[in-house]
T-cell receptor, first 108, second 120 residues
Framework: KNEVEQSPQNLTAQEGEFITINCSYSVGISALHWLQQHPGGGIVSLFM???GKKKHGRLIATINIQEKHSSLHITASHPRDSAVYIC??????????FGTGTRLQVFP | ETGVTQTPRHLVMGMTNKKSLKCEQHLGHNAMYWYKQSAKKPLELMFVYSLEERVENNSVPSRFSPECPNSSHLFLHLHTLQPEDSALYLC???????????????????FGPGTRLTVL
């Protein structure tokens, strides 16, 4: 079992829908990252969180340290949001551990 | 455009070939990383360099040989690979390896577009 689990693995949505991607982890962490990987491979860092909530445009990331859980929300989804979203944690032993990603497709 | 470039973007090689992947970062960062991404598996960290010195080598077979001639360039030399080595190889960089409490933005890694490698 991976130390970082994401759900769902695949997600399809209609344009405009509110989307939630979940990440659960089983190790102590100092930070959690949400990454976006576009078709073709390029990865962009979206958020780094150690507590609470961060917002950037239509993207919102939250983390609950006690429950070892984070969510990435996309409001008013758009086809250009179609990508793989990857959760990664920095463990307290300084190891960076990645989830397997959630593939999101948003249809017009 | 993240400031990290990788060449080539696609590479097909036979098992007896020798090839090299190149990564260059234009961000003035001190740390660089090689990752392997296979289908349906998490990203696997292969090597970490800080100030041109290798600081992490995660049990990677010797057929992969990294080189960091300066803080802006990172190479991955490939020799006698196996078909199971076919994957996307991603390079990343970050400001440095030090981690303050709380974590700072210097931990954020900036990724290149990757090289899609196929070993026949």
């Amino acid at each position: 079992k991976n130390e970082v689990e994401q759900s769902p693995q695949n997600l399809t949505a209609q344009e405009g829908e509110f989307i939630t991607i979940n990440c659960s982890y089983s190790v102590g962490i100092s930070a959690l990252h949400w990454l976006q990987q576009h078709p073709g491979g390029g990865i962009v860092s979206l958020f780094m969180l150690s507590s609470g909530k961060k917002k950037h445009g239509r993207l919102i990331a939250t983390i609950n340290i006690q429950e070892k859980h984070s969510s990435l929300h996309i409001t008013a989804s758009h086809p250009r949001d179609s990508a793989v979203y990857i959760c990664a944690v920095r463990s307290v032993t300084d190891k960076l551990i990645f989830g397997t990603g959630t593939r999101l497709q948003v249809f017009p | 455009e993240t400031g990290v470039t990788q060449t080539p973007r696609h590479l097909v090689m036979g098992m007896t070939n020798k090839k090299s992947l190149k990564c260059e970062q234009h961000l003035g960062h001190n740390a660089m990383y090689w990752y392997k991404q296979s289908a349906k598996k998490p990203l696997e960290l292969m090597f970490v360099y800080s100030l041109e010195e290798r600081v992490e080598n995660n049990s990677v077979p010797s057929r992969f040989s990294p080189e960091c001639p300066n803080s802006s360039h990172l190479f991955l030399h490939l020799h006698t690979l196996q078909p199971e080595d076919s994957a996307l190889y991603l390079c990343a960089s970050s400001q440095d390896l030090t981690r303050g409490v709380p974590p700072s933005d210097t931990d954020t890694q900036y990724f290149g577009p990757g090289t899609r490698l196929t070993v026949l």
